[in-house]
C-alpha cells in the first residue's frame, strides 16, 4: 500500500476536507500521504495498524484526526476578517466552510463551551459570533500574530499509539507546539522515527503516561478512543490551563449519554465509506 500513489484513498480524504470547506496544500497533503506509509509499511515497531484499515488509512484515520482543525476553523470562521493578519486569515478561514455534513450541536447558553469560544448568539439560522475572550486558547488562532502567539500555544495528545491524531494536527497546523504521549516503547520508538523522517519540529514525543509526564497549563489536550469521555476527562482536566479546551474523537453510540449534558458540546459527523456515526466531544476547563 503506497498512500502517494493511491488516488482512490487521496480522493476521498481530499472530497472530505471539500465538504468541510478545508483545502489543504500540497505540501501538507504530501506529508500526511508520507505519515501514512510509514504507519502501515513500517514494520520494525510491531504491527501498527490491522490490515483491514491499513487499506483505508486516509480516508478513516487521517480524515478522523483532522476534525478537531476541522471543528477550530469552524469556530472561529467568522470572526470579523479585518482583525485577522492575512497570513492567519488565510491558514483557517479560506476556503469558507460550506454543504457539511456536519451535525452540529450548538452550545448551551451558559457552558464552558460558550464563554470559551465566542458567546455566539443564534440568529436565523447562521451564528451571529462576537469576538472570542482575549484569554481563550482559541482566540490565539482569530486575533494574534501567528509566529509570535500560535507558537507559544502548548496541545498535548493522551495515548498517542501510532501518532493519530496528533501527527495529522501537527502536520496541518506547524505553528503550534504538540506533545505526544505514550507510555508504550514500541509505539514512542515510532513516532520519534516518523518525526525524523516527517521533519516536525513542532512535534515532541513524552514517552509516558500522561499523569507523570510533567505536562501542564496546557492550551489544548486530545485523545482518541482512549477510554470513556469521564475518565478521559477525568485524567486531562488537571493539565489543561484555565480556559483550555478538551477534544476527545469517539463512537457516537459511546457518548450518545452525554446529549443533554450542559458542560459539553457534541459534534457529529461522518467519514467516508463508514456506516457508523462519530463524534468529536469538547469540554472546556472553567472550574
Known amino acids: 500500500m503506497n498512500y502517494k500513489s493511491n488516488i482512490e484513498q487521496q480522493n476521498l480524504l481530499n472530497q472530505f476536507l471539500k465538504e468541510h470547506g478545508v483545502q489543504l496544500p500540497e505540501e501538507t497533503l504530501d506529508k500526511l500521504y508520507q505519515f501514512a506509509d510509514l504507519v502501515v509499511e513500517t514494520k520494525q515497531f510491531g504491527n501498527l495498524i490491522s490490515a483491514k484499515d491499513s487499506e483505508k488509512f486516509l480516508s478513516r484515520h487521517i480524515a478522523d484526526s483532522l476534525i478537531p482543525y476541522i471543528y477550530i476553523r469552524r469556530e472561529t470562521r467568522d470572526e470579523?476578517?479585518?482583525?485577522?493578519?492575512?497570513?492567519?486569515?488565510?491558514?483557517?478561514?479560506?476556503?469558507?466552510?460550506?454543504?457539511?455534513?456536519?451535525?452540529?450541536?450548538?452550545?448551551?447558553?451558559?457552558?464552558?463551551?460558550?464563554?470559551?469560544?465566542?458567546e455566539p448568539?443564534?440568529?436565523?439560522?447562521?451564528?451571529?459570533?462576537?469576538?472570542?475572550?482575549?484569554?481563550?486558547?482559541?482566540?490565539?488562532?482569530?486575533?494574534?500574530?501567528?509566529?509570535?502567539?500560535?507558537?507559544?500555544?502548548?496541545?498535548?495528545?493522551?495515548?498517542?499509539?501510532?501518532?493519530?491524531p496528533?501527527?495529522?494536527?501537527?502536520?496541518?497546523?506547524?505553528?503550534?507546539?504538540?506533545?505526544?504521549?505514550?507510555?508504550?516503547?514500541?509505539?514512542?520508538?515510532?513516532?520519534n522515527y516518523a518525526k525524523e523522517k516527517l521533519g516536525l519540529k513542532n512535534l515532541t514525543v513524552v514517552g509516558k503516561r500522561f499523569e507523570t509526564s510533567g505536562l501542564a497549563d496546557l492550551e489544548f489536550i486530545s485523545c482518541r478512543a482512549?477510554?470513556?469521555?469521564?475518565?478521559?476527562?477525568?485524567?486531562?482536566q488537571p493539565a489543561l490551563k484555565k480556559g483550555g479546551l478538551f477534544l476527545t474523537l469517539k463512537s457516537f453510540n459511546s457518548i450518545s449519554h452525554l446529549e443533554n449534558d450542559p458542560v459539553v458540546n457534541i459534534w457529529k459527523y461522518k467519514l467516508p465509506n463508514e456506516e457508523q456515526d462519530y463524534a468529536l466531544v469538547t469540554r472546556g476547563n472553567n472550574d
Not at 89 to 115: I, K, T, Y
Not at 141 to 164: H, T
Request: charged share 20%.
Open 80 to 118: 470579523r476578517r479585518e482583525n485577522v493578519p492575512e497570513s492567519l486569515s488565510s491558514l483557517l478561514f479560506e476556503p469558507r466552510l460550506v454543504g457539511s455534513d456536519m451535525n452540529v450541536q450548538a452550545p448551551p447558553q451558559h457552558s464552558p463551551l460558550s464563554s470559551l469560544l465566542f
Open 121 to 164: 448568539r443564534l440568529v436565523g439560522s447562521d451564528m451571529d459570533v462576537q469576538a472570542p475572550p482575549q484569554h481563550s486558547p482559541l482566540s490565539s488562532f482569530v486575533c494574534s500574530e501567528p509566529a509570535s502567539v500560535l507558537s507559544s500555544i502548548k496541545w498535548a495528545d493522551m495515548g498517542a499509539g501510532a501518532g493519530c
Open 166 to 191: 496528533v501527527f495529522p494536527l501537527a502536520i496541518a497546523m506547524p505553528e503550534v507546539q504538540f506533545y505526544a504521549v505514550e507510555p508504550r516503547h514500541m509505539r514512542v520508538e515510532f513516532m
Open 226 to 236: 482512549l477510554s470513556t469521555f469521564e475518565n478521559d476527562w477525568e485524567r486531562a
